[in-house]
């Protein structure tokens, strides 16, 4: 499985957890494992993991917003991207932010990839 594919199945398995907030993570997380690679299952932990700190350095990022406001979508693939950009030594930060924009794209819309765009933009630069 391509890391390409691998980030977007990381994605859907983050974004049914933040969603979820009633359902447990670990049968969210059992029920989608077959189908994930190593580098998913890397990416979805790390995520779980540190999503405090995640969440800290996104939210020092953003101008005039809270990460309370930013919706689901975008909250998950800012923090996909930002626990690549520090903990995922092997990939480049320019490529976390192009995979993250190309997602919200796909799971979004053009705007909503702008502002992913502008807030990693940010965090690369920081």
């Known amino acids: 499985m391509s890391r390409k594919h691998s980030r977007e199945k990381a994605f859907q398995v983050l974004f049914q957890i933040d969603i979820n907030k ?22 979805i932990k790390g995520v779980m993991e540190y999503k405090q700190e995640l969440d800290t350095l996104i939210e020092q990022n953003l101008e005039h917003w809270s990460i309370n406001r ?35 794209k796909r799971f979004h819309d053009e705007q909503s990839g702008k502002f992913i765009n502008g807030v990693l933009s940010k965090i690369m630069s920081s």
């Open 22 to 43: 009633d359902a447990k993570h670990e049968d969210l997380f059992r029920v989608l494992d077959e189908d994930l690679s190593i580098f998913s299952t890397q990416i």
């Open 70 to 104: 930013i919706g689901a979508v975008e909250k998950t693939l800012l923090r996909i991207a930002a626990y690549e950009m520090r903990y995922v030594d092997d990939t480049p930060d320019k490529v976390a932010v192009n995979e993250a924009v190309e997602l919200a």
